[in-house]
Protein backbone atom coordinates (compact mmCIF):
# COMPACT_ATOMS: atom_id res chain seq x y z
CA UNK A 1 0.00 0.00 0.00
CA UNK A 2 0.96 3.69 -1.11
CA UNK A 3 0.31 4.73 2.51
CA UNK A 4 2.80 2.57 4.75
CA UNK A 5 5.79 4.03 6.61
CA UNK A 6 9.00 3.00 3.97
CA UNK A 7 11.18 4.43 6.54
CA UNK A 8 11.89 1.63 9.26
CA UNK A 9 11.98 2.75 12.99
CA UNK A 10 15.83 3.12 14.40
CA UNK A 11 16.92 0.13 16.91
CA UNK A 12 16.46 0.94 20.07
CA UNK A 13 18.86 -0.95 22.98
CA UNK A 14 17.55 -1.13 26.41
CA UNK A 15 19.41 1.19 29.04
CA UNK A 16 20.15 -0.16 32.25
CA UNK A 17 19.20 3.54 33.94
CA UNK A 18 15.14 2.39 33.78
CA UNK A 19 16.57 -0.97 36.24
CA UNK A 20 19.47 0.95 38.07
CA UNK A 21 19.27 -0.58 41.41
CA UNK A 22 16.67 -3.15 41.38
CA UNK A 23 18.89 -4.90 39.39
CA UNK A 24 20.91 -5.91 41.85
CA UNK A 25 17.76 -5.98 44.04
CA UNK A 26 17.14 -8.76 41.90
CA UNK A 27 20.49 -10.41 42.31
CA UNK A 28 20.16 -10.38 45.98
CA UNK A 29 17.15 -12.27 46.16
CA UNK A 30 18.41 -14.83 43.79
CA UNK A 31 21.32 -15.44 45.77
CA UNK A 32 19.13 -15.11 48.79
CA UNK A 33 16.64 -17.95 47.74
CA UNK A 34 18.91 -20.31 46.43
CA UNK A 35 20.99 -19.99 49.54
CA UNK A 36 17.76 -20.83 51.34
CA UNK A 37 17.18 -23.76 48.86
CA UNK A 38 20.06 -25.08 49.36
CA UNK A 39 19.75 -24.92 53.54
CA UNK A 40 16.29 -26.51 52.69
CA UNK A 41 17.47 -28.79 50.47
CA UNK A 42 19.48 -30.33 53.32
CA UNK A 43 17.04 -30.49 56.15
CA UNK A 44 13.48 -31.94 54.02
CA UNK A 45 15.11 -33.35 51.15
CA UNK A 46 11.83 -34.38 49.94
CA UNK A 47 9.80 -31.83 50.09
CA UNK A 48 13.03 -29.46 48.25
CA UNK A 49 12.95 -32.04 45.40
CA UNK A 50 9.40 -31.75 44.43
CA UNK A 51 9.12 -27.78 45.00
CA UNK A 52 12.39 -27.55 42.69
CA UNK A 53 10.91 -29.77 40.54
CA UNK A 54 7.76 -28.01 40.45
CA UNK A 55 9.54 -24.91 39.62
CA UNK A 56 11.28 -26.60 37.09
CA UNK A 57 9.07 -27.49 35.09
CA UNK A 58 7.03 -24.35 35.14
CA UNK A 59 9.81 -22.44 33.96
CA UNK A 60 10.99 -25.58 31.45
CA UNK A 61 7.17 -25.04 30.00
CA UNK A 62 7.63 -21.02 29.73
CA UNK A 63 10.65 -21.52 27.99
CA UNK A 64 9.60 -23.85 25.68
CA UNK A 65 6.29 -21.85 25.71
CA UNK A 66 8.34 -19.10 24.13
CA UNK A 67 10.39 -21.09 21.87
CA UNK A 68 7.34 -22.53 20.53
CA UNK A 69 6.52 -18.85 19.11
CA UNK A 70 9.44 -18.51 17.66
CA UNK A 71 9.65 -21.50 15.81
CA UNK A 72 6.11 -21.24 14.69
CA UNK A 73 7.00 -17.00 13.53
CA UNK A 74 9.63 -18.70 11.71
CA UNK A 75 7.57 -21.84 10.22
CA UNK A 76 4.80 -19.71 8.67
CA UNK A 77 6.54 -16.36 7.95
CA UNK A 78 4.82 -14.13 10.08
CA UNK A 79 4.85 -10.53 10.05
CA UNK A 80 3.32 -9.51 12.86
CA UNK A 81 5.12 -10.91 15.40
CA UNK A 82 8.61 -9.54 14.21
CA UNK A 83 8.38 -6.72 16.66
CA UNK A 84 8.18 -9.40 19.55
CA UNK A 85 10.51 -11.90 18.62
CA UNK A 86 13.80 -10.70 20.02
CA UNK A 87 12.41 -11.15 23.57
CA UNK A 88 10.60 -14.11 23.20
CA UNK A 89 14.52 -15.31 21.91
CA UNK A 90 16.14 -13.97 24.84
CA UNK A 91 13.92 -15.87 27.18
CA UNK A 92 14.08 -19.03 24.98
CA UNK A 93 17.91 -18.47 25.56
CA UNK A 94 17.91 -18.93 29.23
CA UNK A 95 16.90 -22.69 28.60
CA UNK A 96 20.72 -23.63 29.05
CA UNK A 97 20.91 -21.67 32.55
CA UNK A 98 17.76 -23.17 33.24
CA UNK A 99 19.55 -27.10 32.82
CA UNK A 100 22.50 -25.54 34.84
CA UNK A 101 19.82 -24.52 37.96
CA UNK A 102 17.98 -28.25 38.06
CA UNK A 103 21.13 -29.56 38.29
CA UNK A 104 20.40 -29.98 42.09
CA UNK A 105 17.08 -32.54 40.92
CA UNK A 106 20.10 -34.96 40.11
CA UNK A 107 20.84 -36.00 43.72
CA UNK A 108 17.33 -36.04 44.40
CA UNK A 109 15.99 -37.69 41.73
CA UNK A 110 15.01 -41.28 43.68
CA UNK A 111 12.59 -39.16 45.92
CA UNK A 112 11.35 -37.54 42.93
CA UNK A 113 10.93 -40.62 40.89
CA UNK A 114 10.32 -43.50 42.77
CA UNK A 115 10.45 -46.07 40.38
CA UNK A 116 14.26 -45.75 40.34
CA UNK A 117 14.55 -46.46 43.47
CA UNK A 118 12.40 -49.64 42.89
CA UNK A 119 14.11 -52.70 41.59
CA UNK A 120 12.97 -54.58 38.03
CA UNK A 121 14.12 -57.48 39.67
CA UNK A 122 11.13 -57.47 42.19
CA UNK A 123 8.52 -55.19 40.44
CA UNK A 124 6.66 -57.18 37.88
CA UNK A 125 5.01 -54.38 36.63
CA UNK A 126 8.52 -51.69 36.32
CA UNK A 127 10.35 -55.41 34.75
CA UNK A 128 8.22 -54.78 31.93
CA UNK A 129 8.63 -51.06 31.78
CA UNK A 130 12.10 -51.60 32.18
CA UNK A 131 13.71 -51.38 28.45
CA UNK A 132 12.42 -47.75 28.45
CA UNK A 133 12.37 -46.79 31.90
CA UNK A 134 15.81 -47.55 33.52
CA UNK A 135 18.42 -45.05 34.95
CA UNK A 136 20.64 -44.70 32.40
CA UNK A 137 18.56 -44.10 29.54
CA UNK A 138 16.53 -41.75 31.42
CA UNK A 139 19.53 -39.33 31.86
CA UNK A 140 20.22 -39.98 28.30
CA UNK A 141 16.96 -38.41 27.14
CA UNK A 142 16.90 -35.85 29.90
CA UNK A 143 20.23 -34.47 28.38
CA UNK A 144 18.64 -34.85 24.80
CA UNK A 145 15.81 -32.77 25.78
CA UNK A 146 17.73 -29.74 27.25
CA UNK A 147 20.28 -29.81 24.33
CA UNK A 148 17.72 -30.07 21.59
CA UNK A 149 15.59 -26.99 22.97
CA UNK A 150 18.82 -25.44 23.83
CA UNK A 151 20.62 -25.37 20.82
CA UNK A 152 17.36 -24.60 18.84
CA UNK A 153 17.04 -21.71 20.54
CA UNK A 154 20.59 -20.79 20.30
CA UNK A 155 20.47 -20.94 16.45
CA UNK A 156 17.78 -18.82 15.75
CA UNK A 157 18.45 -16.29 17.98
CA UNK A 158 22.43 -16.37 16.44
CA UNK A 159 20.90 -16.50 13.15
CA UNK A 160 18.44 -13.42 14.50
CA UNK A 161 21.79 -11.51 15.51
CA UNK A 162 23.54 -12.36 12.52
CA UNK A 163 20.85 -10.71 10.28
CA UNK A 164 20.66 -7.62 12.74
CA UNK A 165 24.81 -7.24 11.28
CA UNK A 166 24.14 -7.64 7.93
CA UNK A 167 20.76 -7.82 7.01
CA UNK A 168 21.08 -10.48 4.53
CA UNK A 169 17.31 -12.71 4.10
CA UNK A 170 19.78 -16.25 3.95
CA UNK A 171 19.14 -15.97 7.59
CA UNK A 172 15.71 -15.95 7.84
CA UNK A 173 15.97 -18.82 5.44
CA UNK A 174 18.23 -20.52 7.54
CA UNK A 175 15.91 -19.94 10.38
CA UNK A 176 12.81 -21.52 8.44
CA UNK A 177 14.36 -24.65 7.45
CA UNK A 178 15.57 -24.76 11.70
CA UNK A 179 11.79 -24.43 12.57
CA UNK A 180 10.44 -26.50 9.96
CA UNK A 181 12.92 -29.26 12.04
CA UNK A 182 11.83 -28.32 15.01
CA UNK A 183 8.37 -28.78 14.85
CA UNK A 184 7.86 -32.60 14.13
CA UNK A 185 10.86 -33.02 16.06
CA UNK A 186 10.11 -30.64 18.83
CA UNK A 187 6.57 -32.01 19.47
CA UNK A 188 7.96 -35.77 19.97
CA UNK A 189 10.75 -34.30 22.01
CA UNK A 190 8.45 -32.04 24.92
CA UNK A 191 5.51 -35.25 24.03
CA UNK A 192 8.93 -37.62 25.76
CA UNK A 193 9.75 -35.20 28.41
CA UNK A 194 6.23 -34.89 29.76
CA UNK A 195 6.02 -38.27 30.07
CA UNK A 196 10.05 -38.52 31.53
CA UNK A 197 9.37 -36.03 33.97
CA UNK A 198 5.95 -34.59 35.22
CA UNK A 199 4.07 -38.59 34.61
CA UNK A 200 7.34 -40.24 35.48
CA UNK A 201 6.37 -39.45 39.20
CA UNK A 202 3.67 -42.39 39.10
CA UNK A 203 5.32 -44.60 36.74
CA UNK A 204 1.90 -46.76 37.30
CA UNK A 205 -0.21 -44.21 35.19
CA UNK A 206 -0.02 -43.35 31.43
CA UNK A 207 -2.72 -40.84 29.30
CA UNK A 208 -1.89 -40.89 25.46
CA UNK A 209 -2.93 -36.89 25.67
CA UNK A 210 -0.23 -35.44 27.92
CA UNK A 211 2.22 -34.32 26.07
CA UNK A 212 -0.59 -32.47 24.14
CA UNK A 213 -1.86 -31.10 27.78
CA UNK A 214 1.58 -29.89 28.75
CA UNK A 215 2.02 -28.74 25.06
CA UNK A 216 -1.12 -26.21 25.75
CA UNK A 217 -0.33 -25.19 28.83
CA UNK A 218 3.38 -23.95 27.58
CA UNK A 219 2.15 -22.28 24.64
CA UNK A 220 -0.39 -20.18 27.29
CA UNK A 221 2.88 -19.67 29.66
CA UNK A 222 4.91 -18.30 26.84
CA UNK A 223 2.23 -16.52 25.57
CA UNK A 224 1.66 -14.73 28.88
CA UNK A 225 5.42 -13.69 29.60
CA UNK A 226 5.49 -12.26 25.86
CA UNK A 227 2.47 -10.53 26.79
CA UNK A 228 3.65 -9.37 30.07
CA UNK A 229 7.27 -8.59 28.77
CA UNK A 230 6.45 -6.48 25.61
CA UNK A 231 4.01 -4.29 27.60
CA UNK A 232 6.79 -4.09 30.32
CA UNK A 233 9.55 -2.79 27.45
CA UNK A 234 6.46 -0.63 26.12
CA UNK A 235 5.30 1.18 29.67
CA UNK A 236 9.29 1.71 29.95
CA UNK A 237 8.74 3.60 26.46
CA UNK A 238 10.50 1.08 24.38
CA UNK A 239 9.23 -0.78 21.16
CA UNK A 240 6.22 2.43 20.51
CA UNK A 241 6.73 2.17 16.48
CA UNK A 242 6.85 -2.06 16.54
CA UNK A 243 4.14 -3.10 19.42
CA UNK A 244 0.51 -1.56 19.40
CA UNK A 245 -2.58 -1.97 20.49
CA UNK A 246 -2.81 -3.93 16.89
CA UNK A 247 0.08 -6.80 18.55
CA UNK A 248 -1.99 -6.65 21.70
CA UNK A 249 -4.64 -7.70 20.64
CA UNK A 250 -3.33 -10.31 17.70
CA UNK A 251 -1.30 -11.35 21.08
CA UNK A 252 -5.07 -11.20 22.87
CA UNK A 253 -6.93 -13.35 20.33
CA UNK A 254 -4.10 -15.81 20.42
CA UNK A 255 -4.63 -16.08 24.41
CA UNK A 256 -8.14 -16.79 23.65
CA UNK A 257 -7.66 -19.48 21.10
CA UNK A 258 -5.15 -21.63 23.30
CA UNK A 259 -7.15 -21.05 25.98
CA UNK A 260 -9.80 -22.99 24.58
CA UNK A 261 -7.05 -25.74 23.13
CA UNK A 262 -6.22 -26.44 26.66
CA UNK A 263 -9.25 -26.41 28.05
CA UNK A 264 -10.82 -29.12 25.76
CA UNK A 265 -7.63 -31.23 25.83
CA UNK A 266 -7.57 -30.62 29.98
CA UNK A 267 -11.57 -31.68 29.50
CA UNK A 268 -10.89 -34.79 27.08
CA UNK A 269 -8.21 -36.12 29.06
CA UNK A 270 -10.48 -35.95 31.85
CA UNK A 271 -13.45 -37.69 30.14
CA UNK A 272 -11.81 -40.35 29.01
CA UNK A 273 -10.01 -41.75 31.84
CA UNK A 274 -13.48 -41.04 33.84
CA UNK A 275 -15.76 -42.69 31.20
CA UNK A 276 -13.33 -45.96 31.06
CA UNK A 277 -12.59 -45.72 34.25
CA UNK A 278 -9.64 -48.11 34.46
CA UNK A 279 -8.29 -48.43 38.27
CA UNK A 280 -4.75 -47.89 36.72
CA UNK A 281 -5.76 -44.30 34.80
CA UNK A 282 -8.31 -43.26 37.42
CA UNK A 283 -6.03 -43.25 40.03
CA UNK A 284 -4.52 -39.59 39.03
CA UNK A 285 -7.52 -37.69 39.03
CA UNK A 286 -9.17 -40.43 42.00
CA UNK A 287 -6.22 -38.38 44.24
CA UNK A 288 -6.85 -35.15 42.24
CA UNK A 289 -10.89 -34.80 43.38
CA UNK A 290 -10.23 -35.68 46.90
CA UNK A 291 -10.22 -33.49 49.81
CA UNK A 292 -8.26 -30.31 49.43
CA UNK A 293 -7.18 -31.53 46.31
CA UNK A 294 -10.47 -31.00 44.67
CA UNK A 295 -10.85 -27.51 45.73
CA UNK A 296 -7.81 -26.87 43.92
CA UNK A 297 -9.08 -28.68 40.83
CA UNK A 298 -12.05 -26.36 40.59
CA UNK A 299 -10.02 -23.32 41.33
CA UNK A 300 -7.85 -24.60 37.99
CA UNK A 301 -10.99 -25.18 35.80
CA UNK A 302 -12.60 -21.87 37.14
CA UNK A 303 -9.70 -20.25 37.17
CA UNK A 304 -8.17 -21.27 33.77
CA UNK A 305 -10.76 -21.72 31.54
CA UNK A 306 -13.78 -20.03 32.58
CA UNK A 307 -12.74 -16.71 33.24
CA UNK A 308 -10.32 -15.58 30.75
CA UNK A 309 -12.73 -17.52 28.34
CA UNK A 310 -15.54 -14.69 29.16
CA UNK A 311 -13.25 -11.96 29.45
CA UNK A 312 -11.29 -12.57 26.34
CA UNK A 313 -14.63 -13.03 24.26
CA UNK A 314 -14.88 -8.94 24.56
CA UNK A 315 -13.41 -6.91 21.73
CA UNK A 316 -12.45 -4.08 22.71
CA UNK A 317 -10.44 -5.03 26.21
CA UNK A 318 -8.47 -7.76 24.02
CA UNK A 319 -6.76 -4.05 22.48
CA UNK A 320 -5.88 -2.59 26.06
CA UNK A 321 -2.34 -3.06 27.29
CA UNK A 322 -3.31 -2.60 31.30
CA UNK A 323 -6.87 -5.45 30.66
CA UNK A 324 -4.47 -8.16 28.62
CA UNK A 325 -1.55 -7.78 31.34
CA UNK A 326 -4.05 -8.18 33.91
CA UNK A 327 -5.06 -11.17 32.38
CA UNK A 328 -1.63 -12.70 31.08
CA UNK A 329 -0.39 -12.54 35.02
CA UNK A 330 -3.54 -14.24 35.89
CA UNK A 331 -2.91 -16.95 33.40
CA UNK A 332 0.73 -17.28 34.56
CA UNK A 333 -0.42 -18.07 38.24
CA UNK A 334 -2.92 -20.57 36.36
CA UNK A 335 -0.22 -22.35 34.78
CA UNK A 336 1.54 -22.47 38.00
CA UNK A 337 -1.29 -23.74 39.63
CA UNK A 338 -1.96 -26.78 36.74
CA UNK A 339 1.56 -27.69 36.58
CA UNK A 340 1.26 -27.63 41.40
CA UNK A 341 -1.75 -29.87 40.95
CA UNK A 342 0.25 -32.37 38.52
CA UNK A 343 3.00 -32.91 40.83
CA UNK A 344 2.12 -32.12 44.85
CA UNK A 345 -0.39 -34.48 45.37
CA UNK A 346 2.50 -37.23 44.43
CA UNK A 347 4.24 -36.12 47.15
CA UNK A 348 1.12 -35.09 49.88
CA UNK A 349 -1.98 -37.30 48.28
CA UNK A 350 -3.81 -36.82 51.92
CA UNK A 351 -4.15 -33.36 50.85
CA UNK A 352 -2.82 -29.82 49.78
CA UNK A 353 0.43 -28.59 52.18
CA UNK A 354 1.34 -25.66 51.36
CA UNK A 355 5.39 -25.31 51.83
CA UNK A 356 7.67 -22.20 52.18
CA UNK A 357 10.03 -24.16 49.97
CA UNK A 358 7.51 -24.44 47.04
CA UNK A 359 7.35 -20.26 46.69
CA UNK A 360 11.13 -20.11 47.33
CA UNK A 361 11.94 -22.53 44.47
CA UNK A 362 9.58 -20.29 41.84
CA UNK A 363 11.52 -17.18 43.59
CA UNK A 364 14.74 -18.92 43.39
CA UNK A 365 14.64 -20.19 39.88
CA UNK A 366 12.28 -16.89 38.39
CA UNK A 367 14.85 -14.31 39.96
CA UNK A 368 18.01 -16.21 38.55
CA UNK A 369 16.12 -16.56 35.04
CA UNK A 370 15.26 -12.52 35.23
CA UNK A 371 18.79 -11.24 36.74
CA UNK A 372 20.48 -13.22 33.69
CA UNK A 373 17.36 -12.06 31.51
CA UNK A 374 17.94 -8.62 32.29
CA UNK A 375 21.76 -8.75 32.20
CA UNK A 376 21.54 -9.87 28.53
CA UNK A 377 19.41 -7.65 27.41
CA UNK A 378 21.25 -4.78 27.05
CA UNK A 379 23.53 -6.57 24.53
CA UNK A 380 21.58 -6.82 21.15
CA UNK A 381 18.69 -4.67 19.53
CA UNK A 382 15.28 -5.15 21.27
CA UNK A 383 13.82 -5.97 17.93
CA UNK A 384 15.38 -7.60 14.82
CA UNK A 385 16.40 -4.85 13.83
CA UNK A 386 16.89 -5.90 9.61
CA UNK A 387 14.39 -7.99 9.53
CA UNK A 388 13.11 -8.20 6.17
CA UNK A 389 9.60 -8.57 7.53
CA UNK A 390 9.97 -4.90 9.70
CA UNK A 391 8.33 -2.65 7.66
CA UNK A 392 4.94 -5.10 7.67
CA UNK A 393 4.99 -6.16 11.55
CA UNK A 394 4.96 -1.69 12.08
CA UNK A 395 2.17 -1.19 10.04
CA UNK A 396 -0.01 -4.29 10.86
CA UNK A 397 -3.17 -4.13 11.10
CA UNK A 398 -5.44 -6.60 12.66
CA UNK B 1 -9.15 19.34 -13.18
CA UNK B 2 -10.37 22.45 -12.81
CA UNK B 3 -13.71 23.98 -11.37
CA UNK B 4 -14.63 25.09 -14.06
CA UNK B 5 -14.45 21.53 -16.08
CA UNK B 6 -16.02 19.47 -13.67
CA UNK B 7 -18.98 20.84 -13.76
CA UNK B 8 -19.04 21.07 -17.22
CA UNK B 9 -18.95 17.55 -16.84
CA UNK B 10 -21.40 17.20 -14.52
CA UNK B 11 -23.96 18.54 -17.52
CA UNK B 12 -22.60 15.47 -19.63
CA UNK B 13 -22.90 12.67 -17.25
CA UNK B 14 -23.04 9.52 -18.43
CA UNK B 15 -25.99 7.74 -17.66
CA UNK B 16 -26.61 3.76 -17.05
CA UNK B 17 -29.89 2.60 -16.91
CA UNK B 18 -33.33 3.73 -18.18
CA UNK B 19 -33.50 7.59 -18.04
CA UNK B 20 -37.03 7.87 -17.90
CA UNK B 21 -36.72 5.85 -14.50
CA UNK B 22 -35.71 7.64 -10.97
CA UNK B 23 -32.05 8.03 -10.52
CA UNK B 24 -31.12 5.90 -7.80
CA UNK B 25 -27.30 7.02 -6.97
CA UNK B 26 -24.18 8.78 -8.30
CA UNK B 27 -21.30 6.30 -8.99
CA UNK B 28 -17.62 6.47 -9.05
CA UNK B 29 -14.83 3.73 -9.39
CA UNK B 30 -11.34 3.70 -8.09
CA UNK B 31 -8.18 2.23 -8.98
CA UNK B 32 -7.16 1.26 -5.55
CA UNK B 33 -8.10 0.61 -2.15
CA UNK B 34 -6.33 3.52 -0.66
CA UNK B 35 -8.09 5.85 -2.94
CA UNK B 36 -11.46 4.12 -1.83
CA UNK B 37 -10.29 4.79 1.62
CA UNK B 38 -9.62 8.24 1.31
CA UNK B 39 -12.49 9.01 -0.68
CA UNK B 40 -14.89 7.45 1.84
CA UNK B 41 -13.37 9.77 5.12
CA UNK B 42 -13.74 12.57 2.75
CA UNK B 43 -17.97 11.84 2.08
CA UNK B 44 -17.98 11.02 5.52
CA UNK B 45 -16.06 14.69 6.49
CA UNK B 46 -18.73 16.11 3.89
CA UNK B 47 -22.00 14.53 5.85
CA UNK B 48 -22.80 11.90 3.18
CA UNK B 49 -24.78 9.97 5.03
CA UNK B 50 -26.52 7.60 2.61
CA UNK B 51 -23.72 6.29 0.49
CA UNK B 52 -22.11 2.69 -0.36
CA UNK B 53 -18.67 1.08 -0.75
CA UNK B 54 -18.48 -1.96 -2.61
CA UNK B 55 -15.20 -3.65 -2.75
CA UNK B 56 -14.22 -6.72 -4.13
CA UNK B 57 -11.97 -8.06 -0.72
CA UNK B 58 -12.29 -6.36 2.91
CA UNK B 59 -10.54 -2.94 2.67
CA UNK B 60 -8.98 -2.77 6.86
CA UNK B 61 -9.73 0.68 7.65
CA UNK B 62 -12.70 1.29 5.44
CA UNK B 63 -15.74 0.23 8.01
CA UNK B 64 -13.46 2.94 10.17
CA UNK B 65 -13.73 5.82 8.13
CA UNK B 66 -16.91 5.27 7.02
CA UNK B 67 -18.49 5.22 10.82
CA UNK B 68 -20.17 1.80 10.12
CA UNK B 69 -21.86 1.11 13.52
CA UNK B 70 -20.95 -2.26 15.46
CA UNK B 71 -22.49 -5.19 14.09
CA UNK B 72 -25.05 -7.27 16.58
CA UNK B 73 -23.85 -10.21 14.99
CA UNK B 74 -21.85 -11.02 18.16
CA UNK B 75 -24.90 -11.09 20.58
CA UNK B 76 -26.94 -13.07 17.89
CA UNK B 77 -24.11 -15.68 18.36
CA UNK B 78 -23.91 -15.74 21.81
CA UNK B 79 -27.44 -15.92 21.91
CA UNK B 80 -27.46 -18.89 19.68
CA UNK B 81 -24.35 -21.19 21.48
CA UNK B 82 -26.29 -20.07 24.84
CA UNK B 83 -29.43 -21.72 23.74
CA UNK B 84 -27.79 -24.59 22.38
CA UNK B 85 -26.23 -25.30 25.72
CA UNK B 86 -29.49 -25.41 27.04
CA UNK B 87 -31.17 -27.47 24.15
CA UNK B 88 -28.17 -30.08 24.37
CA UNK B 89 -28.37 -30.03 28.14
CA UNK B 90 -32.53 -30.81 28.31
CA UNK B 91 -31.99 -33.19 25.59
CA UNK B 92 -29.63 -35.40 27.40
CA UNK B 93 -30.87 -34.71 30.96
CA UNK B 94 -34.63 -34.93 30.28
CA UNK B 95 -34.45 -38.37 29.01
CA UNK B 96 -31.27 -40.08 30.91
CA UNK B 97 -32.07 -38.62 34.04
CA UNK B 98 -35.58 -38.73 34.16
CA UNK B 99 -37.51 -40.20 31.80
CA UNK B 100 -35.53 -43.08 31.01
CA UNK B 101 -32.55 -43.39 33.57
CA UNK B 102 -29.99 -45.34 31.48
CA UNK B 103 -27.38 -47.13 33.38
CA UNK B 104 -23.96 -47.44 31.75
CA UNK B 105 -21.03 -49.12 34.44
CA UNK B 106 -23.10 -48.17 37.50
CA UNK B 107 -22.52 -44.05 36.41
CA UNK B 108 -24.73 -41.96 37.66
CA UNK B 109 -27.43 -40.31 34.98
CA UNK B 110 -27.92 -37.40 36.51
CA UNK B 111 -25.91 -33.69 37.06
CA UNK B 112 -23.55 -35.75 38.63
CA UNK B 113 -22.58 -37.27 35.41
CA UNK B 114 -21.88 -34.22 33.75
CA UNK B 115 -18.56 -34.78 32.04
CA UNK B 116 -20.30 -37.20 29.66
CA UNK B 117 -22.72 -34.83 28.77
CA UNK B 118 -20.63 -31.89 27.95
CA UNK B 119 -19.00 -33.29 23.94
CA UNK B 120 -23.09 -33.09 23.09
CA UNK B 121 -22.83 -29.60 24.44
CA UNK B 122 -19.97 -28.53 22.58
CA UNK B 123 -20.72 -29.90 19.52
CA UNK B 124 -24.16 -28.54 19.61
CA UNK B 125 -23.23 -24.84 20.24
CA UNK B 126 -20.48 -25.04 17.65
CA UNK B 127 -22.96 -25.84 15.14
CA UNK B 128 -25.71 -23.68 16.21
CA UNK B 129 -23.05 -20.74 16.50
CA UNK B 130 -21.56 -21.44 13.49
CA UNK B 131 -25.29 -21.51 11.97
CA UNK B 132 -26.11 -18.21 13.14
CA UNK B 133 -23.11 -16.76 12.34
CA UNK B 134 -23.39 -17.50 8.83
CA UNK B 135 -27.05 -17.10 8.82
CA UNK B 136 -27.15 -13.90 10.23
CA UNK B 137 -24.20 -12.69 8.21
CA UNK B 138 -26.27 -13.60 5.13
CA UNK B 139 -29.02 -11.93 6.52
CA UNK B 140 -27.45 -8.54 8.40
CA UNK B 141 -25.88 -8.13 5.30
CA UNK B 142 -29.26 -7.70 3.16
CA UNK B 143 -28.87 -10.96 1.21
CA UNK B 144 -31.23 -12.64 -0.14
CA UNK B 145 -31.58 -9.51 -3.01
CA UNK B 146 -32.62 -10.52 -6.26
CA UNK B 147 -31.48 -7.32 -8.16
CA UNK B 148 -29.10 -4.41 -6.92
CA UNK B 149 -30.20 -1.34 -8.77
CA UNK B 150 -26.06 -0.60 -9.26
CA UNK B 151 -26.31 -3.55 -11.20
CA UNK B 152 -27.63 -0.97 -14.38
CA UNK B 153 -23.59 0.46 -14.06
CA UNK B 154 -22.43 -2.00 -17.01
CA UNK B 155 -18.79 -1.28 -15.80
CA UNK B 156 -20.11 -2.15 -12.18
CA UNK B 157 -21.26 -5.44 -13.33
CA UNK B 158 -18.12 -5.84 -15.43
CA UNK B 159 -15.68 -4.44 -12.73
CA UNK B 160 -16.88 -5.45 -9.21
CA UNK B 161 -14.36 -8.23 -9.22
CA UNK B 162 -11.54 -6.32 -9.07
CA UNK B 163 -12.41 -2.71 -9.14
CA UNK B 164 -13.63 -0.47 -5.85
CA UNK B 165 -16.88 1.73 -6.15
CA UNK B 166 -18.67 4.24 -4.22
CA UNK B 167 -21.74 4.78 -5.23
CA UNK B 168 -23.60 8.04 -3.37
CA UNK B 169 -27.44 7.17 -3.44
CA UNK B 170 -30.16 9.91 -4.54
CA UNK B 171 -31.85 9.71 -1.01
CA UNK B 172 -29.19 11.50 0.53
CA UNK B 173 -29.99 14.63 2.07
CA UNK B 174 -26.93 16.44 0.91
CA UNK B 175 -27.35 15.17 -2.88
CA UNK B 176 -27.20 17.22 -5.72
CA UNK B 177 -26.32 16.05 -9.01
CA UNK B 178 -24.22 18.67 -9.70
CA UNK B 179 -22.09 18.61 -6.42
CA UNK B 180 -22.01 15.05 -5.97
CA UNK B 181 -20.57 15.01 -9.46
CA UNK B 182 -18.05 17.31 -8.64
CA UNK B 183 -17.34 15.95 -5.73
CA UNK B 184 -16.33 12.69 -7.09
CA UNK B 185 -14.40 14.28 -9.86
CA UNK B 186 -12.54 15.26 -6.77
CA UNK B 187 -12.14 12.83 -4.90
CA UNK B 188 -10.52 11.16 -7.87
CA UNK B 189 -13.46 8.75 -8.94
CA UNK B 190 -13.11 7.75 -12.52
CA UNK B 191 -15.75 7.32 -14.56
CA UNK B 192 -18.41 9.09 -12.59
CA UNK B 193 -21.87 7.78 -13.97
CA UNK B 194 -25.52 8.75 -12.70
CA UNK B 195 -26.99 5.03 -12.33
CA UNK B 196 -30.86 5.08 -12.93
CA UNK B 197 -33.15 2.35 -12.02
CA UNK B 198 -34.07 -0.08 -15.40
CA UNK B 199 -36.82 -0.22 -16.73
CA UNK B 200 -39.04 -2.70 -15.54
CA UNK B 201 -39.50 -5.54 -18.03
CA UNK B 202 -43.21 -5.55 -19.36
CA UNK B 203 -43.83 -8.76 -21.27
Given amino acids: ?398 | MSHHLSISEGHHLPVAGSKEEALYAIGARFESSDDIVKAAAKLQKEGFSCYESYTPYPVHGLAQVMRLPKSILSFLVLGGGISAILIALSMELIPTGLIYPLMVDGKPTNFSALPQFIPIVVALTLMISAVTAVAGMILLGGMPLFNNPMFAWDLFERGASRSFFIAIEAHDPKFTTASVTELLHDLGGLDVTAIHLEASDKE
Fill in chain 1, 1 to 398: MSAEKTSLPAPETFDYKHVGGRFMGLCVVAVVSLVISLLLAFHEPKQFAYSWFFAGCFFFTLLVGSLFWVVIHHAVDSCWSVGIRRQLENVSCLLPLLAVLLLPLCFVAPLLWTWMADSAATNKELAEKAAYLNINFFWVRTVFYFALFGTVAWLLRHNSLAQDVDGAAIHTIRNRRVAFFTIPVGALTLTFWAFDWPMGLNFHWNSTIWGIYIFAGSVIGGLSLIILLANALRSAGYLKQVFTSEHNYALGKFLLAFTLFWSWIAFVQYLLIWYANIPEEAAYYTLRTQGSWKILGIILVVGHFLVPFSLLLLRAPKASAGFLGLIAGWMLAMHALDIYIMVLPAMHPEGFHPAVMDVIAIIAIGATLAAVFLKRLGDSPLWPARDPRLAEAVNYID
